[in-house]
Structures are given as C-alpha cells and as structure tokens.
C-alpha cells in the first residue's frame, strides 16, 4: 500500500528538503589534500604517514613574558610561556583545544598528546614559523590515539609584541593573538 501526503504535509516535506539542500550547499568544498609540496623541506612529514585530522584555530592566544636573557646579564627579551586556543574543524565547530606548557593538544572526545620539536621554517613576518613536531604517544583513546606527527602550517601573527621589554616591566606579560592550521598524521 502506498502513503499519499495531504497537501500541507507535501509542502512542509518539500521546505524541509529545500532546506537541508541549502544548507548542505553552504558548506561548500570539501578542503583541498594538503600539498606537502608547497611546505619548506625540514616542516615536510615523513613518507609512510597519512593525514588523519586537520584543524584550524583562528583567535588563538601566545603569552610572553618580558624576563632576563639567559646568556646576557642585565638584558631582557620577550619570553615565550605558553599557547592557548579552541581547535575547530573545517566548517566552524570547536573540535580540541590547544594549550600549555607543555604544549598539549586535547580532543572532545577525551584523547590527549603532547609532543617534542622536531623542526621550524619561517613562515613570514609577523607570523610564527612554521613547526613540526613528532606526537608522544596519547592518552585516551579518540581522534588523537595513534598520531605520529603535527604539523602547524597556514600561520598569522604570534609573534612577541612590539612593545618594550625592559628592567623597569621585567615580570610584565603580554598576550598575542595568532591563528594557525594543526594538521594531525598518522602512519599508513
């Protein structure tokens, strides 16, 4: 036996189709493979490895903190202390975040890593270098279980502020806005 609709329950049926089209359309591409080509060679990951979660973070934070240079007495620079940031997925939504130290990249899902420095490129003035790093094994199990590598590419800002850092603001922090794309790779 076949249903017929009533007339009004046709037209809500067709709004509703209507309207989950649009909004499928408005989500627009899928984001393109990210071409390790166009990335300077020490940032490149390692043949053997897919990429598995690509992220972006678009008001993150760098804290710095105006504090003595370690080899020169009585001299003082901007001091690197620590990121935070919300990781989103490529249509917006808050998927991690990242913060530290030790820099530290958890997922919603309760997974977690850290990981070391492998290798920095610049990434352009004003902006933070590109950055590579090979991923401690995690802990939980979800998205970042079985992550091999970060790479942290599609940089703006960052970098420590203009401002004097001086004997009379030693101890002063000062917090940077950045943005920039964690693509998270796994092995084949």
Known sequence: MQATLTPIAARLSLIAATGLLAACSSMGPAPAPVSQDSLPDPIKVPAGNRLAWETTTV?????YECRD???APGQTEWVFVGPKAELKDRAGKTVGRYYGPPATWEALDGSRLTATQLAVAPSGAGNLPY???KANPATGSGALSGVTYIQRVALKGGVAPAAECGTANRGQRATVGYQADYLFWKAL
């Open 131 to 133: 950055q590579l790093v």
């Open 69 to 71: 240079k370690a080899a």
């Open 59 to 63: 008001g993150g934070e760098i804290t």
